[in-house]
Structure formats: C-alpha cells, structure tokens
C-alpha cells in the first residue's frame, strides 16, 4: 500500500541548531513533493516545493533534498528559532497516487526550538 | 489580498443533523480541495473541485457526504445525518490552476457532534 512516512516522535532543538525533519514514501512515483507548515488550530502553510529532477532546493534558512532512489526527503531548517515551532508536513503526488489530482500528506512532526 | 475564507470556523451539531461547511478560493482561484485531519493523523483528501464540476471526489465517503462549487458563491461540503465519528477540522484549499501546484489553506472549520 502506499505510504507517506514522517517521524512522528517530536523534534526538540536548540536555538541556532540545525533541525532535519525526514519524509519517507513507498509505491508513489512522485513527480514532486512539497513541504508545509501548520501550527496549532491553522491551516497549513506552503514553504517549498521540490521536482523530480531536482536534487535539493533552497529558500532563505530552508534547505530540502529529494533523492527519488531511495525515496525520500529531509527538511532542513538551518539557524533556527523559537518561531519555527510547528509541525511541519511532507506532501506529494504522483501516477501512483490515491487520488490522481490532489496532494497526499504525511502526518507530520512536530518541531519545538527551544531558547 | 483575502486568503482562502473558511466559515464558519467552530460547528457544533447533535448526531443526525445536517452540516454545512463553506469555503470561498482566493481570488482568480477556480480550483478548490476539502481535506479532513482529525486528531494524531494527517489531513486526508476528499473532493477536488473546479467551478461547477466535480473532477475527483475519490476520498469521499459513499454515503451523508457531498460537495459542490457553483459558478457563483461559495463551495460548499455537506455532511448529512451527522455520527460522533465525523468531528474532526476540515480544511479547504484553492490554487490557480489545478495539479502539480502548491496550495493555499484556509484555517478550516472545526467539526464537533454532540
């Protein structure tokens, strides 16, 4: 069956850290995959979106690698902050997807930064 | 520059009533998607939508539920004859054009059934 995979233990980390959220798919053929955030009681949040012929994708403090071989991406949040406390969620789509139109998301990890 | 608008943002009903969830796109947005998140899991798809067509309604449940997108208005999910087990935050997002997108979310509406 196919499988969206985030670590669903928390994630805590000290300001000025590095933080590496993992995202680990099975029997998707992905032509891209997407990263969101969403904090408490929101929706979440587009932050960066990879392609399949793409090894790595940056935007401001985020870094994301796709390595289609062995099925998965990190989410890399460099210098981070208190403020980048959240749960943060792998999305992505694909031919073998449940739904050949939408987004399938993993459950997320839940990230806390710490002062 | 209004967002995705979700209303109402809290909905209480008793078990067997009906409920109405409503969801306006960004604007320019003629493509919308309701998911459902309920506690400890992650946001499963339901419906996707373009004006006045339903183009993929594969996560849908069978049976009390339905969706629609009107040339005019809002696009709205209905839940019939609600069950305990149907409390959970439903979000709505909108995109420009359809597939291979990033979407935007509302800030959904919180379901809960007496």
């Known amino acids: 069956s196919q499988k969206i995979e985030q670590n669903s233990e928390a994630l805590n980390i000290q300001e000025g850290k590095t933080a590496t959220l993992t995202c680990n798919y099975t029997n998707y053929s992905p032509a891209y995959l997407q990263w969101y955030r969403q904090d408490p009681g929101r929706g979440p949040v587009f932050l960066l979106l990879i392609r399949e012929n793409e090894k790595e994708k940056r935007k401001e403090r985020l870094k994301v690698t796709f390595d289609t071989t062995l099925k998965q991406s990190l989410f890399h949040i460099t210098a981070s902050q208190p403020a980048d406390s959240a749960t943060y969620l792998c999305a992505l789509d694909g031919e073998n997807s449940n739904s050949g139109y939408a987004l399938n998301f993993g459950k997320g990890t839940s990230l806390l930064v710490t002062p | 520059n209004a967002g995705v608008m979700q209303n109402p943002r809290h909905l209480v009903r008793r078990r067997g009533q009906e409920a109405r969830l409503r969801c306006s796109p960004m604007?320019?947005?003629?493509?919308v998607y309701w998911y459902r998140q309920l506690p400890e899991e992650g946001l499963k798809f339901m419906v996707y939508?373009?004006?006045?067509?339903?183009?993929?309604e594969s996560g849908m449940p069978k049976e009390r539920f339905s969706a629609e997108f009107p040339k005019e208005g809002p696009s709205i999910l209905r839940i019939q004859q609600v069950v305990r087990g149907d409390s959970a935050a439903y979000f709505c997002a909108s995109s420009p054009q359809g597939v291979n997108e990033k979407l935007f979310f509302g800030s959904g509406t919180q379901l809960s059934v007496l």
């Open positions: 604007k320019g947005h003629s493509h």
């Open positions: 939508l373009q004006k006045e067509n339903i183009i993929d």
